[in-house]
């Protein structure tokens, strides 16, 4: 159909637009030329296709349907049809538009790929051989990339890796190449050449959703928030109709606690697949922190309706810790997890569930039984040396002596922002939090993952091998400054309301206090304390989403708890005064004194609402969110006593400790600094 030298012009212009990432520019160029010419059909076509490729596919269906009506001979809009149709899962339609465009245009090399495509769908695999071969053998490249697609969905990463390299020799601008190779580079563990690779194929399409998709992920993964929202968010622009890009966005938003954006997010991706379990997992996790438990319950089912064999929805329901399930409820789950060809992490999670609903109908002995195989399997599964912690854990007790911080008073940023609640899980950190969070001038965000990840970070790209905690000795005024501000701006998105201070509730930083105290030396430091046996037992009970990898043995448990021990007691050997603790069991016996005794400590008056904090509506990402929005309660206080002889073992390698409890000898000289702000 050739155009006029009037319609030429603006369908290259239109064209420009599109190859520079500007789709709805694109689309308003051959809108306001149609205006004119309403019946030319080039632009039309190039309209159709443009909708398609935001994904508005109603528009693009209407417009392809209507050029084809003016042109029916036309093979490009008869391949966008069929592309469009295959998009959704529409394959016999899809299959004789594709058709209809490989017989007037017999060289349309990606129509002859997608036809396979929805051949094969459609169960047709004779036929769908056939179309491939024929798209293999006008783009021998294709052929190529075909088989490394195949070779990395099968696992053979160094095969796929080689193919890609092979096309991108021939053809070093194929962004399909690119981005697979990325894909590989990734499942190595080369995360950096992942990225670069992707970032390679965007710069010459910058509007590849499945690659803006992939790199938001790899942004998400690694914590880097606020480009993954801007990556995700450019996904959605581009392919608004595209469920899992939503899905993304709304995972990632939801770790940044915007919750509100999350639960829309999550909406629109289950809008365009209401069967998307992950989608609807997703939502009840969200539902839960905002303590809308009924809704996050039957998101929750929905998707057990959905993947019954997945653990993970099951484990969620007990994770609410207010939730019951029924007889057939627990046969069902025991079923699962008596099956042998059961995901071994689905089958944990089915045991956790189990060991939960065990609880609730008193049934100890059952409940132990389950916990203690749910809690082998899951050690199986996760990689933990704790003579490796223990030697760490003695590295930093060298380099962060008395002599160190001495030698550097006054360093790091003083923003007297953060308030770090720190220890081990499952110890009363989420009632501190709250407490807090309900007072006018503190805000809670979540477990903020950036004090672990700049220790990491101080140990890379070093030639000579000194890793942390030595090359903090390395610092100097400068660095401690900078990673004091680094540190403020990576928690800077989790704090929507702007108040004077913030909660950072990442138990794991408890080794971190002399980087902290290095970096942000006005920081508030609150160490929460709960009886050696009933943080122990709480976290055997307890299966985490990721790390604490140390909880799924009783020795293992033990040990790590003594190892927290030795770290605290240092820390308030060279930084006398620095911490203040809360012992749990005090916090629930006497809550006035002990909120007083908190705020004196972070320099704020007390609040009517800290006394009442369960009434306080906030986002609450952990376990402990239904537990704490409820008036206190003392039942967490000695449950270890239920379990007796099952914790012979843990209590032998605890020693005084499991009996006394928390250690009491540096209470006077920690009193010092109770009332007093660093």
Known sequence: MPPDDASRAVFEEALQRLADGDAPGAEAVCRVALDSRPTDVNLLGLLGAILLRLQRHADAEVTLRHTLELAPTFAKPWEDLGVLLLEQQRFGESIECLQRAVRLDPSLEVAHFNLGKALAANGQGTEADAAFEKSFVLSPLRKLLADAVLAQREGRMPEAERLCRRVL??????????????????????????????????????????????????????????????????????????????????????????????????GLALGLQPRNAAAWLGMGHVLKTLGRAEEGVAAYRRCIELRPDNGESWWSLANLKTYRFSADDVAHMRARADTAEADPGSRVNFLFALAKAAEDRGDLEQAWSDYREGNRCQRALVSYDPVQTEQMNTAIIQVFDAAFFAARKGWGDPDRAPIFVLGLPRSGSTLIEQILASHSAVEGTAELPYIGRLATALSRNRADGINYPEAARELDARHASALGAEYLARAQPHRELGRRHFVDKMPNNFPNVGLIHLALPNALIIDARRHPLDTCVANFRQLYAKGQAFSYDLTELGEYWLQYERLMSHW???????????????????????????????????????????????????????????????????QWQRYGSRLDELIEVLGPRALDGPQQKRDQGAAKGQTSRP
Not at 173 to 180: E, H
Not at 197 to 205: P, S
């Open 572 to 638: 308030d050997d060279v930084l006398p005064g620095r911490i203040l603790r809360v012992d749990h069991e005090a916090l629930v016996k006497d809550l006035e004194a002990q909120v007083g005794r908190l705020l004196a400590y972070c320099g704020l008056p007390v609040e009517p609402g800290c006394l009442r904090f369960w009434e306080t509506e906030r986002a609450i990402r952990t376990a402990s969110s239904e537990q704490v929005r409820q008036p206190i309660y003392t039942d967490s206080v000695g």
């Open 169 to 266: 020799q021939e053809e070093p601008s194929n962004v399909d190449a690119l981005r697979l190779l990325a894909m590989c580079a990734l499942a190595a563990g080369r995360a950096p050449e992942g990225e670069r690779l992707l970032r390679r194929a965007l710069a010459l399409a910058p509007d590849y959703g499945t690659a803006l998709i992939d790199l938001g992920r790899l942004l998400k993964d690694q914590d880097r928030f606020p480009e993954a929202l801007a990556v995700l968010g450019r996904a959605v622009e581009v392919e608004p109709g595209n469920a899992q890009g939503h899905f993304l966005l709304g995972a990632t938003l939801a770790q940044v606690s915007r919750t509100a954006d999350a639960l829309e997010a999550y």
